[in-house]
C-alpha cells in the first residue's frame, strides 16, 4: 500500500508562499492522479488541483488558477504544490491524495483512495 506523506505547511503572511510537498513510499508509476485538496476548520474538503501522471495534464479549482502550480519528480517520487500569493482563505489543513484507477471525475474525494495525513496552511498577518 503507497503511504503519502505531505510536509511543507506552516504560517505565511497575505500574499507570501509556500510549497508543499507530497512524497509517496514507493513509484508513483502506478498511480494514476494525484491531487491536492483542503479542508477549512467547518467546512467540507474541497478540491484544489490535480496531476495526471501518465499525460501530465493538471486541473484547477478556480481558487487556485494562476496562483498555484501543482508538479511532480518521479525521481523523488514526488508531487508539489506551489502556492504563490496566499491569501488568508487559503488557510486549511492540505491534504495530498492518490488514486491508481481510472475515475472519470477527479475534484471529488471519493475518487481518491490514498490520502495523506495533511499539513497545516495559515495565511495571517
Known amino acids: 500500500q503507497v503511504q503519502l506523506v505531505e510536509s511543507g505547511g506552516g504560517l505565511v503572511q497575505p500574499g507570501g508562499s509556500l510549497r508543499l510537498s507530497c512524497v509517496a513510499s514507493e513509484s508513483i508509476f502506478s498511480i494514476n492522479v494525484m491531487g491536492w485538496f483542503r479542508q477549512a476548520p467547518g467546512k467540507e474538503r474541497e478540491f484544489v488541483a490535480r496531476?495526471?501522471?501518465?499525460?501530465?495534464?493538471?486541473v484547477y479549482a478556480d481558487s487556485a488558477k494562476s496562483r498555484f502550480t501543482i508538479s511532480r519528480d518521479n525521481a523523488k517520487n514526488t508531487v508539489y504544490l506551489q502556492m504563490n500569493s496566499l491569501r488568508p482563505e487559503d488557510t486549511a489543513v492540505y491534504y495530498c491524495?492518490?488514486?491508481?484507477?481510472?475515475?472519470?471525475?477527479?475534484?471529488?474525494?471519493?475518487?481518491?483512495?490514498?490520502w495523506g495525513q495533511g499539513t497545516q496552511v495559515t495565511v495571517s498577518s
Open positions: 496531476f495526471r501522471l501518465s499525460t501530465g495534464t493538471t
Open positions: 491524495a492518490a488514486t491508481r484507477f481510472n475515475r472519470g471525475i477527479y475534484y471529488v474525494t471519493s475518487s481518491y483512495e490514498l
